[in-house]
């Protein structure tokens, strides 16, 4: 196919970011209301758990096939049909209290734990926004999180809505029946898909390169970023959201501004990691902003009152996602870019692969240790993570990256 023109590029990127923008306002909103309707309908924290278990399975099991077929039969027809399905799926959530009807649903894929986070459409946007140049990718990857963190803290915000609504007309439908927005998100992201141009698919012609060069080094980072997710699977955002809950009593409209508030220190966060990286290297914007957070998380269940412990979670997600775009540019530096698509399709799926056995594992801590358990587990399985990411990955070279500097100033990045 002929090589994209910069406006055609440009164009694709500002609906890719719009399109992230819209889901991860539903999925914000959904990140509340959903373990709160659980709790409400007086779930088991094991039966919430298959929930949230579920739907991390379901975005492994999906990321694997976009990575095996996804090229195959087109990036934007891929997308359009996920994006779809997540409609289909938030109905049955917005319908539906059967705990096995709601794991089954899940397992698409297509509803997520947290705003930043969705299998198959992550790793279709991600390969899609790889044709950015590259001395401007990772400030793409941080807006492009950016406005995930801020609209799904903007979504989890929203809860406060259908709530105030019900103190003036009491028969206003519940908090569930509100997951509605899901299929009207989907209905107007499938459109601006359609709409995106053939850029988007991959370019050179016949069967996608598998990993040659980088392979060693990409089977040594997924590896690491499975343990970073499978720990990470101990506190998803709708977990955390629940054990506020079940711990201190924490109300429906504090979780949503909780959330919000998390949102928007992500946000900001994403962008400062770009320029960081750009300034220090990306592993060092990894490592150093990630360990931490990693520590503050182990403390959350330390804290006394609801305040203090409001105060940590804020403080670890103002540093614990700094890592993200950083971790998608490094990817996209280390290999050729023929390589890019395994590459980003390995990489998450380890992630994915792995995660959902976090909140299973979380479970059984729960249950052993106490309801705070998981927080100190994921805190000190994921510094291990950070330590033996800078040992194995501080020598290596990015010489994209590098490149990229050299014609792009810093500043700029």
Not at 6 to 18: G, M
Not at 34 to 44: D, F, H, K, N, Y
Not at 209 to 227: D, I, P, Y
Request: proline share 5%; net charge positive.
């Amino acid at each position: 196919m002929s090589t994209a023109t910069e406006p055609e590029v440009e164009r694709d990127l500002h609906k890719l970011l719009a399109i992230q923008a819209l889901r991860a306002f539903a999925y914000g909103f959904g990140t509340v209301v959903i373990p709160t309707t659980l709790e409400a309908r007086g779930v088991s924290t094991f039966g919430a758990d298959l929930v949230f278990s579920a739907m991390l399975a379901g975005m492994a099991i999906a990321a694997i096939t976009v990575g095996l077929v996804g090229d195959r039969l087109g990036r934007r027809r891929c997308y359009a049909g996920f994006l779809a399905i997540m409609g289909l799926a938030g109905s049955v959530f917005a319908i539906s209290g059967n705990v096995a009807v709601l794991a089954l649903v899940a397992l698409t894929g297509t509803m997520s734990t947290d705003a930043n986070e969705s299998g198959p459409i992550t790793s279709l946007e991600q390969a899609m926004i790889g044709q950015a140049p590259s001395s401007t990718r990772l400030r793409v990857f941080g807006r492009y999180n950016a406005i995930a963190y801020l609209a799904g803290a903007l979504g989890a915000l929203a809860v406060r809505g259908p709530a105030f609504a019900r103190e003036l007309f009491p028969s206003f439908p519940p908090d569930q029946r509100w997951l509605i927005v899901f299929p009207i998100v989907a209905l107007v992201c499938v459109r601006l898909a359609a709409r995106l141009s053939p850029a988007v698919e991959r370019r050179s012609a016949g069967r996608a390169r598998t990993l040659v060069r980088s392979r060693h080094n990409v089977l040594k980072l997924s590896s690491l970023f499975a343990m970073d997710s499978f720990a990470g699977g101990f506190v998803v955002m709708t977990f955390i959201v629940f054990w506020f809950e079940r711990r201190f009593g924490a109300t429906v409209t504090t979780m949503s501004v909780v959330v919000f508030g998390a949102g928007l220190l992500q946000a900001v966060s994403s962008v400062v990691a770009a320029r960081f990286g750009a300034r220090i290297g990306l592993l060092n914007t990894m490592v150093f902003t990630h360990l931490p957070s990693n520590l503050l998380l182990a403390l959350v269940p330390l804290m006394p009152t609801l305040p203090l412990a409001i105060a940590v979670v804020l403080l670890r997600f103002a540093l614990s996602q700094m890592d993200v775009p950083t971790r998608q540019a490094y990817v996209a530096a280390m290999v050729d870019p023929e390589e890019r698509t395994a590459a980003a399709a390995f990489t998450n799926t380890a992630r994915y692969v792995s995660r959902p056995f976090g909140p299973g594992v979380g479970a059984g801590l729960t249950s052993g240790l106490g309801i705070g358990a998981p927080f100190v587990a994921a805190g000190a399985l994921k510094a291990l993570y950070d330590l033996l990411l800078w040992k194995v990955f501080r020598k290596v070279e990015l010489p994209e990256f590098r490149d990229a500097l050299t014609k792009s100033p810093p500043r700029n990045a």
